[in-house]
């Protein structure tokens, strides 16, 4: 059954879990503002119960003194030294109140309900203690001052009023809103229940076309086998055509070269190698991997190798050869390709070279450990501004020179051990001697470890004696004998990694 078929089910499904979450977070919603409102009624009800406090305090000051004024008795003095100890504890608590109800407006008549609180007992109780004969006039003074008290205590209960009138009329929105938000959601789940009962009856309608469907990709997936074995055979002329070349025959140096499938079965690839002689006693070197598999890279790889051998042909500097390829390959979108330039001159041993994101050269001279050059920049294809460097080592006879890619190191997901692997295997291949250093290197890498990707590995050795080439047929010999052993066995499709 097609995919899309379920789409009705998934999109009820998500439809229903949205109004579910909906209804949820409005249930969560109103019962934050209620329980707010709550909180706050509570807190409005504290706050007034001090507020009647601070005023009685207030008021229990002024009967006190009034009372010792009348009969100068001194215990009626008492109501005024408990309400004078009091008021500032209730003072500090109504302030308290307010600012946590955020009723920042009181604050101000708190503050000058303070205020008469302090003239009252400065101007008006210390005076009337102290000379009971100005009675008349400092009561009459200090009934004013009580009355402004009066007034600033009930302007902050108006104020605690206000707030809670507010809090509620906010609950009964919230409540009013989930109301509506419930009556929207049963009305979605109806018109879901009918647009799905509605997306069944079609799907019954789908069924039938499903089968011819099912039917005609049968056949493309026939077709799809047919046209995959087109290309395995395409590859493998490509790869056996390239395995074939034959080495330019250059006095003092012998150069060798293997290939490695990757064992698995779909992989065909595009890593190639390349030894062109540019004059008497320059070559030029050059070895890539192309991003990717199939007759894509294939294609990818064989441009280019054409590319990067006519840029050679004008200008041979390393860095340019690969300027000029890349801005080529990034004009032309072609797939992500590291690549490997150099020439070597065997008159005066100079090895000049430029890595476009490859792994860099392995170097090995008489008497000397094997060692990795330094190498840099980005890979082919990526950025048509990039600029490339060339860096140059200088030989001595008998150096050996190996060109590889990366899986020739990246087998086993760990890149240090591979190149300590790679430079033990190049150690190996330069002590027995061998014609055919690249599939002594090869044999030593790969004897107990698993090929997980194409490996490409070049080779040049320079004469100790400065005679002769004396690998460059006779290698070749040797690899193309090893290129029909291979041929002749099972044919496997992520062999078919090479352009002719």
Known sequence: ??????????????????????????????????????????????????????????????????????????????????????????????????????????????HDAARTNYRWVHEIAFPLIAHPRSRQRLQLRGKTLVDRFRIDSAIIDADLARRTAAVNAGAQRAVVLVGLLALGAIVAVVLAAVLFTVQQYRLAQRLDRERSYSERERRRAAELRAAYEAEKRIADVLQQAFSERIFPAVPALSFSATYIPATEQAKVGGDWYDALQLS????????????????????????????????????????????????????????????????LDTRTGEFAYCAAGHPPPVLLEPGSRARLLEFGSLPLGVDSGVEYRTRSVQTTPGTLIVLYTDGAIEYARDLAAGESALLRAVESAAECAAPNAAAVIRESIFSSQKVADDVAILTVRLSETGGVSVGGQAADSAISAEVRTRNARKVNPSRLRRSA
């Open 1 to 110: 059954m097609s995919r899309r078929f379920h789409a009705p089910i998934v999109l009820t499904l998500a439809f229903l879990t949205v109004v579910v979450v909906l209804l949820f977070t409005g249930g969560l919603f109103v019962r934050k503002v209620v329980g707010g409102a709550f909180r706050d009624a509570e807190l409005v009800r504290i706050a007034r119960v001090h507020l009647a406090d601070m005023l009685k305090q207030q008021l229990d000051e002024e009967t006190g003194v009034r009372g010792y004024s009348a009969v100068r008795i001194p215990v009626l003095l008492d109501a005024y030294y408990g309400g004078r100890a009091n008021l500032p504890l209730y003072f500090r608590r109504v302030r308290a109140d307010l600012e946590a109800l955020k009723v920042t407006e009181a604050l101000r008549p708190l």
């Open 280 to 343: 008497e006693d320059r070559v030029l070197l050059a070895i890539g991997d192309v991003t990717g598999h199939g007759i894509e890279a294939v294609v990818a790889m064989n441009k280019a190798r054409q590319l990067l051998i006519g840029s050679a042909l004008l200008d041979a500097t390393p860095s340019q050869v690969l300027a000029r390829v890349n801005s080529e390959l990034v004009r032309a979108k072609s797939p992500i390709i590291t690549a490997l330039a150099a020439v």
